[in-house]
């Protein structure tokens, strides 16, 4: 008998729990501050629904008017079997948010960048990479086919050295950054990176995913916190995370949005947007224009945790300019047991380990929708790890 092609996933997986590295999901109720798991009631610092409008009424009742005028799906890709109107509108107000000429809408924040990396660039071609940027941006960089380096983690100077020895031997170079870094929470040096862009003669690709609706004076990202609007550069970002929806965009030049809507294979290729999801995000982002106190809120949290953190001296902190706030810890296995501790007292937080970071930490995420009281509860339940020897 032949051996049984598939006996090495059961060794794998078996790999994988000796390691301490398996996952799996759990189902958790509606969004919001406080969720239930299991019957039991948790305080919520495990999502990235920043400003809380995941279950905003709003946002659910306009999700609600557009399944029954639009129905549910949109059946196929939008050049085949045409799209919605609410699809543009999406597209005009994400323009409008970021200041760009246009925008483009995919099915994900995940297809976005695959599809526009692998648009961009080819086998002629080279991208130079944060090494700690997101899995989609080094999946489209493979995707791509073109000569993808990563340069150590914000270190310009090593990144102005690989454009001096590499530059000139490829037709286009592209640069990739997050700008909100989803696993530590700190920001990418985004005036820098513009200046080597335009020194070296490179795209600058900057996935705003963890800074639409949260930075800015608008909450437009990133580049508009750093006064980055008035240059050129690609701005990727979701629909899912402060804008409670789910999809992803890529705003930029007429052009440039133009030439991906003919070349962007995740685009081209796939069903677009359902209304419901199209419609929820319009609501949110009329709400990111027009009640900024959400966001004044989310900053006033964010300030309070780490001052509560700081007075606790909780050791680990990751330097953070986000509403992400990770704390460092020794290993796999003690990382778990400090998010099975924190569970167990009423507090939900991600223990994220090794392959997805390089050191095990809790992640913490502050939300708008968070009270005084539950940033200060989850400080003190922190300070009983610490007690325990496992802060």
């Known amino acids: 008998m032949p051996n049984d092609p598939y006996i090495w996933i059961d060794r794998a997986l078996d790999a994988i729990h000796r390691a301490n590295w398996y996952r799996s999901p759990q189902a958790i109720s509606a969004p919001g501050a406080v969720v239930e798991i299991q019957g039991q009631r948790l305080l919520n610092f495990a999502s990235n629904d920043y400003l809380g409008l995941a279950g905003d009424r709003r946002l659910v009742e306009a999700a609600v008017a557009a399944t029954r005028t639009y129905g549910t799906g949109t059946t196929g890709s939008r050049l085949i079997t045409g799209h919605r109107p609410l699809h543009r509108e999406l597209e005009r107000a ?59 983690h914000a270190e310009l100077p090593a990144l102005r050295e690989l454009l001096s020895q590499h530059r000139d031997q ?35 690709l900057v996935d705003e995913a963890h800074a639409t609706g949260v930075l ?28 409670g929806s789910l999809g992803g965009y890529v705003a930029g030049s007429r052009q440039a949005i133009d030439f991906l809507r003919n070349r962007a294979p995740t685009w081209i290729y796939t069903t677009g947007l359902s209304p419901a999801d199209t419609a929820a995000a319009i609501a949110a982002i009329a709400i990111v224009r027009d009640e900024p106190e959400r ?49 167990k007292a009423g507090i939900l937080v991600a223990a994220v380990r090794p392959p997805t970071v390089p050191t095990s930490r809790l992640r913490l995420t502050v939300m708008a929708s968070h009270t005084p009281e539950q940033c200060a509860a989850l400080v003190d339940r922190l300070k009983g790890l610490k007690e325990r020897g496992l802060g």
């Open 94 to 152: 994400i323009a409008d948010l970021k200041q760009t000429e246009d925008a483009l809408v995919f099915s994900s924040g995940y297809l976005a960048n695959l599809g526009t990396i692998a648009a961009l660039v080819g086998k002629r071609d080279l991208i130079l990479g944060d090494r700690y940027n997101h899995s989609s941006l080094k999946n489209g960089a493979i995707l791509s086919g073109a000569t993808a380096i990563d340069y150590p």
């Open 170 to 204: 490829y037709r286009r170079c592209l640069l990739v950054t997050d700008s909100i870094f989803s696993m530590d929470g700190d920001l990418a040096p985004l005036p820098a990176l513009l200046d080597l862009a335009d020194e070296f003669s490179c795209m600058l």
């Open 216 to 243: 800015g004076a608008t909450g437009a990202g990133a580049i508009e916190a750093c006064g980055g609007r008035e240059r050129p550069s690609i701005q990727m970002g979701t629909l899912s995370k402060a804008l």
């Open 295 to 343: 966001r004044a809120r989310l900053w006033q949290n964010v300030a309070s945790l780490k001052q509560g953190l700081e007075r606790a001296g909780i050791e680990g902190v990751l330097p953070s300019d986000s509403p992400i706030i990770c704390i460092q810890m020794r290993d796999a296995a003690t990382v778990l047991e400090a998010g099975r501790l924190l569970k």
